[in-house]
């Protein structure tokens, strides 16, 4: 019997990953929020330790207006342009 | 867009039929249950029923760049047990998740377990010999089991959508098998829900919904719309149901007969429905699960509807987020009501007509 299968193959990415940074020593963090509750206020406490331990400054906080769906690329754009590194996490 | 079909997908695997559903299951093609062996004769059946080339991309996964063909779905249609005739319903509800609004990603993965709710409404469903009377939600019906689970199937099988993986949901819920309904037209007092999507007469229409949980919505003691109504909308705010997204009310004909004798029309219905389903503010703040945000949403710059009462969180933004179907047997006061898996606007529900290209290039 001849079945076909009822996957189907995935385009094929070229991504890389960024070169990690060597210190986080009094860099620029920005915060990407979800829209879900608590999200705002443990990214914030987050980024608080990373400004009380290694001097860090924090950038205005990035959102997503649709938790459930992937961060607009324009997003991702602006935030690389004015920061060194992002940290974002689930709100609820 | 064409997606060529290669043939090394091919299988040859034992003539067997155990054999042949023991392979898809070891090739983890399945929801759990036995699936038909998707033969090449059986799909290529199935592919009658489409006008345009097999290779034809009808939905894309925003994340991965997975793409389901026409020729995806039949494969998973056959597998799910659809005669041929079903697989418009199919091609139609797939391009209606497809569209942006939907987000199929985001509701197919998230913690909230929903699963897409397929209401097909208007003269397919007789054609079809679909199930929009006793025991709507439950067993028995080919068109509606086969055509709700082909949805899972292509979210398993072609958008890798897999339980624990990629699909993260906390509890899941029964949908997940399969989620679909005709709309009763008999004794159905009001204009079908094809009729309100303005489609041209005649033509059917595939609604789908992001839907959580059913809720069963017991009032045999009610005598008015009000009291009727009044226990559906109480559903609809309960604590762990009211948000901001929309509704699903399936109201069964009992209750049908109650409300349009009185001579309330759909809209009325929808209405109703909305102004009564809230809560205060005070007592969401109790239970912590107010967001200034939500009511900033809904009440800010004069609000979203004048229907809003100041200081409550009403389920929905307008009356007409509220989707509302006739269904079920003549017997019984039992109206359903299912939440939206997004507690805001991150999914939004989506109708396509079925079988037919409207204003279509």
Redesign the interface.
């Known amino acids: 019997m001849l079945l076909y299968d009822p996957t189907v193959t995935g385009p094929e990415y070229n991504y890389k990953r960024a070169a990690a940074i060597q210190s986080i020593e009094g860099k620029k963090i920005g915060i990407l929020e979800n829209g879900k509750l608590n999200a705002i206020k443990m990214l914030e406490e987050t980024a608080y330790l990373f400004e009380q331990k290694h001097g860090c400054s924090i950038e205005p906080i990035f959102s997503k207006n649709n938790a459930g769906a992937p961060v607009p690329h324009e997003t991702l754009s602006l935030a690389a342009e004015n920061i060194d590194f992002l940290i974002t996490g689930l709100g609820d | 867009m064409l997606?060529p079909i290669?043939a090394s997908?091919?299988?040859?695997?034992?003539?067997d039929p155990i054999d042949?559903i023991d392979?898809?299951y070891n090739q983890g093609?399945t929801d759990g249950l036995p699936v038909i062996?998707?033969?090449?004769a059986r799909?290529d059946e199935m592919l009658t029923y489409e006008g345009r080339p097999a290779e034809t991309v009808i939905a894309s996964h925003?994340?991965?760049?997975?793409?389901?063909?026409i020729?995806?779905a039949a494969?998973?249609a056959v597998?799910a047990g659809c005669k041929p005739e079903y697989f418009p319903v199919i091609v139609a509800a797939l391009d209606a998740m497809n569209q942006p609004e939907f987000?199929f990603?985001?509701?197919a993965?998230?913690t909230g377990g929903s699963a897409p709710f397929l209401v097909v409404s208007g003269p397919m469903t007789k054609d079809l010999d679909m199930n929009s009377d006793v025991n709507l939600f439950g067993p028995g019906n080919r068109a509606n089991t086969t055509i709700g689970r082909t949805i899972r199937?292509v979210l398993l099988?072609?958008f890798?959508m897999i339980p624990g993986v990629s699909d993260k949901s906390t509890q899941g819920n029964p949908g997940k098998y399969s989620f679909c309904i005709a709309e009763r037209s008999r004794g159905n007092p009001w204009p079908l829900v094809c009729e309100e999507q303005k489609y041209p007469e005649g033509v059917s229409s595939v609604t789908v919904f992001a839907g959580g949980g059913f809720c069963n919505i017991e009032n045999h003691g009610a005598n008015t719309p009000e009291q009727v109504l009044g226990s559906i909308a109480d559903a609809m705010a309960n604590y762990g149901c009211i948000t901001l997204g929309q509704s699903a009310v399936v109201l069964a004909p009992e209750h049908v007969r109650i409300i349009s004798a009185a001579g309330w029309d759909r809209q009325q219905v929808k209405e109703y429905l909305f102004t009564k389903a809230y809560r205060h503010v005070n007592d969401l703040k109790g239970v912590g699960k107010f967001?200034q945000?939500d009511y900033d949403r809904q009440h800010s710059n004069g609000g979203t509807s004048p229907l809003l009462i100041e200081n409550q969180l009403h389920r929905g933004l307008t009356p007409d987020d509220i989707l509302l179907v006739v269904g079920g047997g003549d017997a019984g006061g039992h109206s359903s009501f299912i939440p939206s898996?997004?507690r805001a606007?991150?999914?939004l529900m989506q109708s396509k007509p079925i079988g037919v290209c409207i204003d279509c290039d």
């Open positions: 997606m290669e997908r091919i299988h040859d695997v034992p003539d042949a392979y898809c093609w062996p998707p033969s090449v799909v925003s994340v991965t760049g997975f793409e389901c063909t020729h995806a494969v998973n597998m987000n990603h985001g509701s993965a998230s199937l099988n072609v890798r967001r945000r898996w997004s606007r991150a999914s």
